[in-house]
C-alpha cells in the first residue's frame, strides 16, 4: 500500500547496461533511490526486459509483494560505432502512486454516485408523494362519503392535471 505522496522524480529507477562494440563484457550501473526501493521493491526481470529489445513500457513485479513497477528500455547505439547496440538504459517508475490514485477515485466515483441515486431517489419520492396528494384527499372524502357524511365534498385545489379534473367531475 503506498503510504508516501507526492511521487517525485527521485523515486524512479535507474540502471545503465553498457559495452563496447563487438565485446561480451557489459558493465552496469544502477541508481535506485534508497527510500523508494524501501517501499516498493526493486523492479524484477530487467534483464529478460531488456533481452526483447522492445522500446514500448513494460509492467514486472516487484521484489516486494504487491507492487509493480512500469519499466522503459532504451538501447545505447553511438554513432562512433556504427549503429551497433553497445547498450541500454533502463528506467522504472513505481506504480505504487498511480495504483493509490486510482483507488482513491475509484472511491470517490462510488461515493459520488451513491449520493447521486440517494438524491435522485430522494427527489423523485418528493415529486411522486406531491402528485399523489391529490389522489389522497380524493380518497378520503370518498372514503368520508360511504360512512354517510354526504355533506363532505371532493377538494378539487387548482390543479389542471388529471386528477384535478377528476376532482372537479366528481
Not at 4 to 23: E, H, K, T, Y
Not at 96 to 116: K, M, Q, S
Request: hydrophobic residues 40%; negative net charge; aromatic residues 8%.
Amino acid at each position: 500500500v503506498y503510504k508516501r505522496q507526492p511521487l517525485n522524480l527521485s523515486d524512479f529507477f535507474v540502471r545503465v547496461n553498457w559495452g563496447i562494440a563487438g565485446q561480451r563484457e557489459v558493465t552496469t550501473y544502477e541508481l535506485p533511490n534508497p527510500g523508494a526501493v524501501e517501499e516498493f521493491g526493486y523492479p524484477r526481470e530487467l534483464d529478460r526486459i531488456a533481452s526483447l529489445g522492445s522500446e514500448e513500457p513494460v509492467t514486472v513485479p516487484s521484489t516486494l509483494y504487491g507492487s509493480d513497477w512500469r519499466v522503459l528500455v532504451h538501447p545505447i547505439s553511438p554513432a562512433s560505432t556504427g549503429g551497433l547496440i553497445t547498450g541500454n538504459i533502463i528506467i522504472a517508475q513505481p506504480l505504487g502512486p498511480i495504483e493509490f490514485t486510482i483507488a482513491r477515485l475509484r472511491l470517490i466515483f462510488v461515493l459520488a454516485g451513491l449520493a447521486t441515486v440517494l438524491a435522485a431517489g430522494l427527489a423523485v419520492t418528493g415529486l411522486v408523494s406531491r402528485t399523489l396528494r391529490s389522489l389522497r384527499d380524493i380518497e378520503a372524502a370518498t372514503h368520508t362519503i360511504a360512512e354517510g357524511h354526504l355533506a363532505e365534498r371532493v377538494p378539487h385545489g387548482q390543479d389542471d392535471d388529471e386528477v384535478g379534473m377528476l376532482a372537479k367531475f366528481h
